[in-house]
């Protein structure tokens, strides 16, 4: 079993910043793809940004260049900057862990940005 936990989400005006931790733990053999989605209200999960075991990202158009997704893996965790923030990234966030075919996902943090 693997268990992920995220980390600082809050409320913030637009324009600031926010980081976002998430760490997983248990019985890990390797973790490869770590990733944050979001759930807007009223809204589907989409995928913020992806990060490989080696290193390769991808992100949402609409975070491009304000986030940046990055990764310890001796720790098994993976962080996201958050710059810029607008209203509409205001969502619950949550990180997922792929594991020997399997999603482990966070309990979620929830981000709010007032305009």
């Known amino acids: 079993q693997v268990q992920v936990v995220e980390s600082g989400g809050g409320l913030v005006q637009a324009g600031g910043s926010l980081r976002l931790s998430c760490a997983a733990s248990?019985?890990?053999?390797?973790?490869?793809?770590m990733g944050w989605y979001r759930r807007a209200p009223g809204k589907q999960r989409e995928l913020v940004a992806q990060?490989?075991?080696?290193?390769?990202?991808n992100y949402a158009d609409s975070v491009k260049g304000r986030f940046t997704i990055s990764r310890d893996s001796a720790k098994n965790t993976v962080y996201l900057q958050m710059n810029s923030l607008k209203p509409e990234d205001t969502a619950v966030y949550y990180c997922?862990?792929?594991?020997?075919?399997?999603?482990?996902w966070g309990q979620g943090t929830q981000v709010t940005v007032s305009s």
């Open positions: 248990g019985t890990i053999f390797r973790l490869y793809a």
């Open positions: 997922n862990a792929p594991h020997l075919g399997k999603d482990y």
């Open positions: 990060i490989t075991s080696v290193g390769s990202t």
